[in-house]
């Protein structure tokens, strides 16, 4: 399941610009995401690069957004509505 397909799952916090966020921990930010949300994906043929540039251009397309969470204090990426 895509970013995009996923529901948003209730953060209480603050939209964080992803264009504000350096491109490493984006990156890295990115690369949890994936791993934890598209799991089901890991054999499909898609590759991690290949994953994280679908992010990026959910992000670049306003699809997705980076909120930081202030329950869990942690970012995450969560579906626009």
């Known amino acids: 399941m895509t970013p995009e397909q996923r529901p948003d799952h209730g953060e209480e916090g603050i939209e964080v610009p992803y264009d504000r966020i350096s491109p490493e921990t984006l990156r890295n ?3 949890e995401f ?3 949300e598209w799991a089901d994906l890991s054999d ?3 590759t991690l690069d290949d994953k994280v540039n679908q992010v990026m251009q959910q992000l670049r397309e306003g699809k997705v957004k980076v909120v930081f969470d202030f329950r869990s ?3 995450n ?3 626009c509505r």
Do not use: K, L
């Open 29 to 31: 930010m990115i690369e």
């Open 34 to 36: 994936v791993t934890r």
């Open 44 to 46: 499909s043929g898609h």
């Open 73 to 75: 204090e942690t970012g």
């Open 77 to 79: 990426i969560v579906v």
